[in-house]
């Protein structure tokens, strides 16, 4: 089994985009689900998007659709998180997490392979 590692978080304005990157040289990459989650402090882990396997089918949660989109390089074993105009709300860490299959779903306990996580800091 490999190992995910995500990278892109930091400190940025509210307004600003990022674009989070998770990567695992271990999996036969393009035969897992992968999917962000994240966490606030004193909150839940909560889901906020995947992919599918072959990058056909994405699944966002309503409250962050139209900000964020989820994509995937399986050429480079990659997927992406990209938020724009983001809010002092979106402050977390933020992880990515893979389950084998094609079926996206949106609680922790069906995700087997999770990072270390990144996190993402947003002034006002």
């Known amino acids: 089994q490999g190992q995910l590692v995500e990278s892109g978080g930091g400190l940025v304005q509210a307004g600003d985009s990022l674009r989070l990157t998770c990567t695992d040289s271990g999996l036969t990459f393009d035969l897992w689900t992968m999917a962000w989650f994240r966490q606030a402090p004193r909150k839940e882990r909560e889901f906020v998007g995947g992919?599918?396997?072959?990058?056909?089918?994405?699944y966002y949660t309503e409250s962050l659709k139209g900000r964020i989109t989820i994509s995937r390089d399986n050429s480079k074993n990659m997927v992406y998180l990209q938020v724009n105009n983001l809010e002092p709300e979106d402050t977390a860490v933020y992880y990515c997490?893979?389950?084998?299959?094609?079926?996206?779903?949106?609680?922790?306990?069906?995700?087997?392979?999770w990072g270390q996580g990144t996190q993402v800091t947003v002034s006002s």
């Open positions: 997490a893979a389950r084998s299959g094609q079926t996206i779903t949106t609680t922790p306990a069906s995700y087997t392979n």
């Open positions: 992919i599918n396997w072959s990058g056909s089918r994405t």
